[in-house]
Structure formats: structure tokens, C-alpha cells
């Protein structure tokens, strides 16, 4: 792991308690280290608290500060936030386990990922994870099904023109999923994600590994009641390619996140209520079809470097992934710093450069990182059907969405 003083001396005592509060979850700390380490540095709580946020790990952070040295004043916020993500992981759960339900009555099978069922199954909580939306894994021939029993339950899909427009047989080739919004108020507003796919295929995953594999299920409770589960090895899996290229290694969350679940597969934590348990080596060969395409190995060893998980599953690393993974950490650490200014044209574009290099740094071919960096820059200037639907033009203005298409982008506020 890294040096704490290091990571203060480079990024700041904000995110030198956040780190140690994250080593203490995870065993790599102890409680007592990170006590000695607030009485040093006295940190500012204020960016301690907004910093957790937008690494998105309050519920992880929080709960450690919470038997912590922090003041008491601060662990009173740090209650009331843990207490609104608790009701409104519990509403999730609730709302996702009826979904399944009555996804289940048009004979849809649809299995819950990420979010409140990545919680569950691997932190064995379904509050220790930030979540907002609902997803589901379901079968892209089941996507029609699903326009009548949503409607009448209350939902309305999230973007209808995009599928009217492709049809069903285009929208599943240039898409990865399909989205419901339920219009309420509170606890009544859900957004919910059909996904047949891992990620968008605008990040070039090859549909080998672009696919999540429904050979095998396993029941487990995920709040009232039992639903079929990805395996664990194969929720691991996707969440890693998803974590990878979606969300482009920026965020704590992603680290701890992968943190928590080489520990509970390498450990055999029978979390999920099944049987089955995974070694080193079963996660070596659930992660082997991504280690083809894409240097794996550097995000275990920053996850190592940061919170002192990961390097129980590298194998036969390279200079250019240690390499890779020290540039990752910086990142990391830095690049989310002033995510709430990014609308600043400068930021945002700065921020596009940095994801975007960051993503293609991970491929192993080096045409591929170009093709993808070309291909990434070009797409996201294109004209899409979100322009079209904001200022909707006559025919004979159409060629003027390549220059309203920009403006949108670089006016747009980066969002969490």
C-alpha cells in the first residue's frame, strides 16, 4: 500500500482520512491508525464529507468515522446520511424485487446487478453501496415485452424516439439497455435498466466478454424475498468490465468496490446463502477473458496500492501495467477534485481527455487504443437523438445539430 503520509503530502489530509477510513473497512487499517491519524492532520469534515460524496463511498466512510475520533456534531450528519441511503436502499430493494415479479408474469426472467444486489451479495448488506437506479439482467428478445406490462404499472420508457427510430433488431446492436422512469414523488420516483449487455458498445468491449453469462444462476434473499443472482464469480466479472470502461476509473467507489469482492470470493464468504464458493484461482479464470483484451492486471495493483487488496489475483504483470497503475492512483485521487466546477468548457473538456486516455491506456493493442480514442471523440460530437428531441428542427436544418451538438456538450455540467 501506499505510504498514508504520501497520499496526504500529494493529495491532501481529506483524502488521507478517507483513504485510511476505507483500509479500516477493509481490514488493511486498524481503527486505532486512523484515530492517531485525525488527531494529526485534523481534517477539514466539511471536504471529508463532500469528497466521500463524490467518490461515491459515504456509506463505507461514514460508518468507519462513525466509531472514529470524529467530532460529535459531525457524526450526528454522518447518521443522517447513513439513515436516508439505508430507506432508500431498502426502497430500491423492495421496488426491484416486485419489478421482478411482474417481469415474471410475461414469462421475462430479469436478474438484479449492481446496485443494491452487488451490495448484497458481496458486502452482505444491501446500504453499503450508494444507489440510485434499479437494474435488471434480462434478454434483449424480451425488450418488447416489457413496453405494455411498464406502461401499465406506471412507467414510461426513457427515451421511446431512440427505439422507434432504430427498431427493435438495430436498437439491440447499438445499445446496451433499455430504461423505465416512474414519475413520483420520493420514494415513488425509480429509474429502472433493462441491461442485456455489460457496457455501451461505444467502448469496443468485444461481445465475447460484452455478454454476461445466464448458464448459471443462484437464489438468494435479496430483501424479503429470493431472486436468481449472477454467480458470484460472473457478478464480479461484469461489474469489473462495467467499473473499467464505463465509469472510466475515477471514482474510490470502483476500488472499493473490487476491494470487497476479492476479499469475500478469495475468502469464501458465503454472503449470498448458496453453497458455492470461489478460489484465487476460479477468480483468476473469471477475470482471464478480460485480462485478453485489456491490462486487468493495473487496476488490481492501484486497488492494492490504495486500500491494500488486489494482488492475490494479478498474475505475470508487466512494467507497463506498473506503470499504468501509478498513473490510475493519480487520477483517481486527483482528477475528481472539482467535479462540481466542471462545467467550466476548459474542465469539462480536460476531463473528457483524461477519461477517454485513461480507458484506452487499459487496451493491450496499440491500434485498438488509437481506433477507440478516434472512434470515442468522434461519437461524442456526432448529433444524437437527445439533440434532436431538446431543439427539435425542420428537415432542411438538420446539417445545424453538428454545431448545436457541441455547444450542448461543452455546456453541459459534469454529472455524478
Known amino acids: 500500500m501506499l505510504p498514508i503520509e504520501k497520499i496526504i503530502a500529494d493529495h491532501g489530509p481529506s483524502m488521507g482520512v478517507i483513504i485510511q477510513a476505507c483500509r479500516v473497512f477493509l481490514q488493511t487499517a486498524t481503527q486505532q491508525e486512523l484515530d492517531t491519524l485525525i488527531e494529526k492532520v485534523n481534517p477539514n469534515w466539511q471536504e471529508v464529507a463532500l469528497l466521500s460524496k463524490v ?44 419489478l421482478i415479479d411482474l417481469l415474471a408474469t410475461a414469462g421475462i426472467s430479469a436478474i438484479p446487478y449492481k446496485g443494491v444486489a ?18 435488471l439482467v434480462i434478454k434483449a428478445d424480451d425488450l418488447p415485452k416489457t413496453f405494455a406490462l411498464f406502461a401499465k404499472d406506471g412507467y414510461q420508457q426513457f427515451n421511446p424516439g431512440l427505439y422507434k427510430a432504430l427498431g427493435q433488431e438495430q436498437y439491440v446492436v447499438l445499445e446496451k439497455d433499455l430504461s423505465y422512469d416512474k414519475i413520483g414523488n420520493g420514494a415513488d420516483r425509480f429509474h429502472v435498466e433493462l441491461h442485456y449487455k455489460i457496457t455501451h458498445p461505444r467502448f469496443g468491449a468485444p461481445d465475447r466478454i460484452n455478454q454476461f453469462d445466464l448458464s448459471s444462476t443462484v437464489a438468494s ?17 461484469a461489474i469489473t468490465l462495467h467499473h473499467l470502461l464505463h465509469d472510466g476509473l475515477e471514482y474510490l467507489k470502483i476500488f472499493v468496490d473490487l476491494a ?52 492475490i489475483v494479478v498474475q505475470q504483470k508487466s512494467k507497463e501495467e506498473e506503470n499504468l497503475c501509478s498513473k490510475i492512483v493519480v487520477f483517481n485521487l486527483d482528477s475528481t477534485v472539482g467535479r462540481y466546477k466542471r462545467h467550466r468548457v476548459l474542465s469539462l473538456l480536460n476531463h473528457y481527455k483524461r477519461s477517454i486516455s485513461n480507458r484506452a491506456a487499459l487496451l493491450r493493442d496499440e491500434k485498438e487504443r488509437k481506433r477507440f480514442q478516434k472512434k470515442y471523440w468522434i461519437n461524442l460530437f456526432m448529433p444524437q437523438q437527445a439533440d434532436e428531441e431538446a431543439i427539435p428542427l425542420p428537415q432542411f436544418l438538420r446539417p445545424f445539430y453538428f454545431i448545436i451538438r457541441p455547444i450542448r456538450i461543452l455546456l453541459r455540467k459534469k454529472s455524478d
Open 260 to 311: 470487497v469482492g476479492v476479499t469475500s470470493l478469495t475468502k469464501s464468504v458465503d454472503t449470498d446463502n448458496s453453497t458455492s464458493t470461489a478460489s484465487v484461482s476460479d477468480l483468476q479464470t473469471a477475470l482471464s477473458s478480460l485480462a485478453t483484451t485489456y491490462h486487468t492486471n493495473a487496476i488490481f495493483l492501484a486497488m492494492d496500492k490504495l486500500v491494500g487488496v488486489g494482488s
Open 55 to 98: 467518490h461515491r463511498i459515504r456509506p463505507v466512510v461514514f460508518r468507519v468515522l462513525m466509531t472514529s475520533i470524529a467530532p460529535a456534531a459531525r457524526k450526528e450528519q454522518f447518521k443522517k446520511v447513513l439513515q436516508l441511503n439505508t430507506i432508500q436502499n431498502f426502497t430500491i430493494a423492495t421496488e426491484t424485487e416486485r
Open 118 to 135: 452487488y451490495s448484497k451479495q458481496f458486502y452482505g448488506d444491501i446500504s453499503m453501496r450508494e444507489s440510485s437506479d434499479i437494474d
Open 221 to 237: 434473499e435479496l430483501n424479503s424475498g429470493l431472486a436468481q443472482f449472477l454467480t458470484r464469480p460472473e457478478h464480479f466479472r
